[in-house]
Structures are given as structure tokens and as C-alpha cells.
């Protein structure tokens, strides 16, 4: 079983930051393949920031872009996603995922298993 606890959401106004964690635990050798989503109210769950756990490389949604930064701590178990330059439009709850294997740095929900409970980010203007 694997499990995924996201955590560091909150509110912040308009150009400030934030960082997102994701403590993973259970079974989790073979899951080479993590992400972040977000959903905001009425809209689809969208991919924002992918990494490949066994090399580190990693892709964006060209709206995080140079603005998000996604990383591991393997000796931690732990994900994260450093949020700088908010905008009102990154308001979601955002949900780390996981997946079996390698899924060429995909943002499509569909291609992970494992999801945690979400955390809700607010960014004010």
C-alpha cells in the first residue's frame, strides 16, 4: 500500500511563495513516476509539475513555468513543490500523485494510481 500525505498549503497574497511537501510511505520501490496537480472549483484536475524519481529530470505546465520548482528528498521520502510568484489564477487544491514505473514526465491524471487528500492553496490579490 502506498501512501501519500500532502501538507504546506494556506493563503498568501498575489507575488508571494509557498512550498508544498508530500511525505510518501508504504510499498513505494518501483515508483518512478510523481507529480503535482491542481483543481480549482468548476475546472479539470490539471498536471503542474512532474519529476522522474530515478534521475531527478523533471517537466512543467508552461503556466508554473519558471515560477514552480518540483523536487525529491529521497532520504526523507518527501516531494515538493516550491511556488514563487503566485497569481490569484494558482488558486486549487493541489494533490501530489504517484505512478508505477515511467510515464515520460506525464501531466495526464490518468496515468497515476496513487493520490494524497490535497491541500488547499489561496492566492489573494
Known amino acids: 500500500q502506498v501512501q501519500l500525505v500532502e501538507s504546506g498549503g494556506g493563503s498568501v497574497q498575489a507575488g508571494g511563495s509557498l512550498r508544498l511537501s508530500c511525505a510518501t510511505s508504504g510499498y513505494t520501490s518501483g515508483l518512478y513516476s510523481m507529480a503535482w496537480f491542481r483543481q480549482a472549483p468548476g475546472k479539470e484536475r490539471e498536471g503542474v509539475a512532474s519529476?522522474?524519481?530515478?534521475?531527478?529530470?523533471?517537466r512543467y505546465a508552461d503556466s508554473v513555468k519558471g515560477r514552480f520548482s518540483i523536487s525529491q528528498d529521497k532520504n526523507k521520502n518527501m516531494l515538493s513543490l516550491q511556488m514563487n510568484s503566485l497569481k490569484p489564477d494558482d488558486t486549487a487544491v493541489y494533490y501530489c500523485?504517484?505512478?508505477?514505473?515511467?510515464?515520460?514526465?506525464?501531466?495526464?491524471?490518468?496515468?497515476?494510481?496513487?493520490w494524497g487528500q490535497g491541500t488547499q492553496v489561496t492566492v489573494s490579490s
Open positions: 500523485a504517484a505512478a508505477w514505473g515511467f510515464t515520460s514526465h506525464s501531466l495526464a491524471p490518468s496515468d497515476y494510481r496513487h
Open positions: 519529476i522522474n524519481t530515478f534521475v531527478g529530470s523533471t
